[in-house]
């Protein structure tokens, strides 16, 4: 049975759609980052896979396809292939379930007249989830096919008293929750890995001093190894399943997705990393303003009070709000997926350049984002 303590709402759509029968073959979970959108639909995912419990999770490995972005869209490659597979039969469960996280990627040229399609003629026993944190970004006639299932963020104190089960001081947690919000609660090792490297980028462009390029590569270069050592629960799945059926009937078919999920996983990591790395930046390098203003109660890295105050201490607060400045710019340049190394090397002879006082022109008018 699906359980989904932090989201009560969610539980009892989800419930009533798995005892409906026949039960609905779209569904779409909404709801910001980090409220369990990715558990509920695999959780979903393998209630109407295998309604009796009957077999071992891994089983899901071959009736079970995910699809995720790549970068800021979702590639037309790995939606085809996603497509054709819940197209056949079901290998070994009831049914066949494709799960599409980040569905607002998801564009017109990139593939969503073939989604579509899917969506509005549904191969037999089968089922489509889409999972998006920008519900009003998906397009329309997908859209309106999904049985929207919505997400409702926590408040700050359940995230502290999560955290804090987890290990955190009190005032570590409140600082965490207060700061990520509901991605606290789910980041992963990876995730983690960027928010140190992203609050080190910070550090060292407020520092000054370097080769910029050398930089770069540096963390470049330790986020691919993070990546690499990134495995998800599906992958592991996967490959615990083409492990029990080497040399069987639907083996090299479970090892061959087993492969390919491997190298989608790097991808995907490699390409968001950047993404990760500038947001925590940006939130370090408005953390070190707050210091230099004197607005404690407004720094979010509490753990980082040390170097904060370091690098912060005579700093100019008008450096310091181009410096925010800039890392918000790079963010912007990411989305338009340009050669994400090249953008981080660009940001920091930028800042450079600001250290330098050379002029400069604030991306728009109005307020700085910080």
């Not at 920008?134 to 502290?160: M, Q, Y």
């Not at 040399?247 to 993404?275: H, I, M, N, Y």
Request: hydrophobic letters at 40%; aromatic letters at 2%; a neutral charge.
């Amino acid at each position: 049975m699906i359980t989904l303590p932090d989201q009560p709402l969610a539980e009892r759509i989800l419930r009533a759609v798995v005892l409906r029968e026949p039960p609905a073959q779209q569904l779409m979970l909404f709801g910001p980052p980090g409220t369990g959108k990715r558990h509920a639909a695999r959780e979903v995912a393998w209630a109407l896979m295998d309604p009796s419990g009957e077999h071992p999770r891994t089983a899901e490995a071959l009736d079970l396809t995910e699809v995720e972005a790549t970068g800021h869209q979702i590639l037309l490659r790995d939606l085809e292939e996603a497509l054709a597979q819940i197209a056949a039969r079901p290998s070994v469960l009831a049914r066949r379930v494709m799960i599409v996280h980040g569905a607002e990627r998801l564009r017109d040229e990139d593939g969503a007249p073939r989604l579509l399609k899917t969506l509005e003629e549904p191969p037999p026993r089968s089922h489509l989830i889409l999972v998006t944190d920008r519900p009003s970004d998906v397009i329309d006639t997908i859209r309106s096919r999904c049985l929207p299932v919505p997400f409702r963020p926590p408040g700050w104190r359940v995230i502290a008293r999560h955290l804090e089960e987890r290990g955190l001081s009190p005032e570590e947690a409140a600082a965490r929750a207060r700061a990520e919000g509901p991605p606290a609660l789910t980041a992963s090792e990876f995730e983690a890995d960027m928010r140190r490297i992203g609050a080190e980028l910070a550090l060292a462009a407020l520092e000054g001093g370097g080769d910029p390029g050398r930089r770069v590569r540096e963390l470049q270069a330790r986020m691919e190894e993070a990546a690499g050592a990134s495995e998800s629960g599906e992958l592991r799945a996967l490959r615990e399943e083409a492990e029990a059926l080497e040399g069987k009937r639907g083996g090299r078919t479970a090892a061959k997705r087993a492969e390919d999920q491997a190298k989608r996983e790097r991808r995907r990591l490699v390409s968001d990393g950047w993404a990760r790395v500038m947001e925590s930046a940006a939130a370090v390098a408005a953390d070190a303003l707050a210091v230099r203003l004197g607005a404690q109660r407004a720094v979010r890295h509490v753990s980082l009070s040390p170097e904060l105050h370091r690098v912060a201490k005579g700093q100019p607060p008008e450096l310091l709000e181009r410096v925010v400045a800039e890392i918000e710019r790079a963010r912007s340049e990411l989305e338009l997926n340009p050669t994400t190394d090249l953008a981080a090397e660009a940001l920091l002879i930028r800042i450079a350049d600001a250290r330098a006082g050379r002029p400069w022109a604030l991306v728009g008018p109005g307020r700085l984002p910080y």
